[in-house]
C-alpha cells in the first residue's frame, strides 16, 4: 500500500511566494495526498490571490485562515495538530511559502522511505538549495556521523545508508523534512509558543535523538530565501527570538544531551557577541537581549492549544465565490 503524505503549508503575507509553492506540490511525479494551507492571518490579500489563481477550488488543498500571526512556529502546531487529528496519512511533510520543491522531491523521499525501511526512519529531509544559485546548498541539517551532535553512527549502518543516496541527521529545518505518524504518535508536535526560530531544530532534535533520520540526496528543494543575511544581523526585535528561544530549548525540551547543550549555548554567546557589535551596543539590542535571557530563563514557551481549530473543512463553494467576486479571474499555470 502507497505510503500517504500530508503537506503542512505555514504562510504569511508572501502571497506569490505561496502560489508557487502550492503550484509545484500540484506538480509532484507523486501527488500527496493533501496540502494543508495554514495562513498566519496575512494582510496582503492572500485568500483573494489563491481564488484568481484557482487554488482554493483545487480538491487536495485545504485552506486554514487562523485570527492571529502565531509564527512560524504556532503555524506548524497547529498545523500538524489539525492534519494529524483529521487526516489518515502516514507522512507529514513541513514547508514555509518560499520552499519550492522541484517536480521529484516527494517521490524521492518516498522511495527513500522504502529503501530505509530497516531502520524504520523518522525523519526523512529534503536537499535544500537556494533557489537563485542551484549548487549553492543551504539550510543544512546537523549530520549524525562523527561530530558533537550525538551518538554516532554505528559504521556499518553508516555506510549503508550512504549506499542510498542518504546521509544520517541529528537535526533539521523545516525546509521541507518529513515527520512520519509514529514519531508524532511518540514525541508530540513542535512548540508552537516559540513564534519563531529554533521550533525546528527544537523538535526534530527531540526526535532524533532516540530515532533515526536522514537527508535525501535525490530530493531537492529551492528555499527562496536570502541565505546571505546572518542571524546576527537581524533587526532586535527577531534576533529577540533566537536568544530566547535557545534558552528555552537547553532549560526545559531535553532534546540534546548536556554536551550538545553545551555546543549550543557557546554558539549562541559567541552571535550574540556578534549581533551587539554589528548594532554597535545600541540600547534596543542591549535591550533585547536583557530581555530575552531574561524570559528564557524564568519563564517557559506558552501553550497555543487554544487556538487551535476544531475542524479542517474544505474552503466551501459560497466562500470561493465570494472571495472571487473581490477579484479579477486570471488564467492559472503550472510551470
Keep these: ?27 509532484q511525479t507523486l501527488a500527496p495526498e493533501r496540502i494543508l494551507v495554514i495562513d498566519n492571518a496575512a494582510t496582503d490579500g492572500t485568500p483573494e ?7 482554493l477550488n483545487e480538491p487536495s488543498i485545504w485552506y486554514q485562515r487562523l485570527d492571529e500571526n502565531l509564527g512560524g512556529a504556532g503555524g506548524f502546531e497547529i498545523g500538524m495538530r489539525l492534519a494529524y487529528s483529521h487526516l489518515d496519512c ?6 514555509d511559502d518560499d520552499t519550492i520543491p522541484t517536480p521529484t522531491a516527494l517521490e524521492e523521499l518516498l522511495a527513500a522511505s522504502r529503501s530505509l525501511a530497516r531502520w524504520n526512519p523518522a525523519v526523512l529531509a529534503s536537499r535544500v538549495e537556494y533557489w537563485a544559485e542551484p549548487n549553492n546548498i543551504c539550510n543544512l541539517p546537523r549530520f549524525r556521523v562523527n561530530s558533537p551532535w ?29 515527520i512520519s505518524r509514529a514519531a508524532v504518535e511518540t514525541y508530540g508536535f513542535p512548540v508552537g509558543g516559540y513564534f519563531i526560530y529554533a521550533d525546528d531544530i527544537e523538535y526534530t532534535g527531540r526526535v532524533l535523538k532516540r530515532e533515526f533520520g536522514a537527508m535525501v540526496l535525490a530530493s531537492v528543494v529551492r528555499h527562496k530565501t536570502n541565505p546571505a543575511v546572518l542571524p546576527h544581523q537581524t533587526p532586535p526585535a527577531r534576533f529577540f527570538y533566537h536568544v530566547r528561544n535557545t534558552i528555552w530549548m537547553i532549560r526545559v525540551s531535553g532534546a540534546y544531551s548536556r554536551s550538545e547543550d553545551f555546543v549550543f549555548l557557546m554558539h549562541t554567546a559567541a552571535i550574540t557577541m556578534h549581533f551587539l557589535v554589528a548594532h554597535r551596543f545600541s540600547w534596543r539590542s542591549v535591550r533585547a537581549i536583557a ?10 514557551p506558552p501553550s497555543i492549544l487554544s487556538k487551535v481549530p476544531n475542524t479542517v473543512p474544505p474552503v466551501s463553494a459560497s466562500s470561493v465565490e465570494t472571495i472571487s467576486s473581490k477579484a479579477s479571474p486570471v488564467r492559472r499555470t503550472v510551470s
Design 150 to 178: 550525538g551518538k554516532n553512527e554505528p559504521p556499518e549502518r553508516l555506510v549503508a545508508v550512504a549506499a542510498t543516496g542518504s546521509l544520517p541527521i541529528r537535526n533539521v529545518t523545516f525546509v521541507a523534512p518529513m
Design 291 to 300: 530581555s530575552a535571557v531574561s524570559q528564557g530563563l524564568f519563564r517557559k
Design 49 to 55: 490571490l489563491l481564488a484568481q489563481a484557482g487554488l
Design 1 to 27: 500500500m502507497a505510503e500517504r503524505v500530508a503537506v503542512v503549508v505555514v504562510t504569511y503575507n508572501r502571497k506569490a511566494l505561496l502560489v508557487e509553492c502550492l503550484e509545484a506540490l500540484l506538480s
Design 90 to 95: 502516514d507522512w507529514f511533510w513541513l514547508m
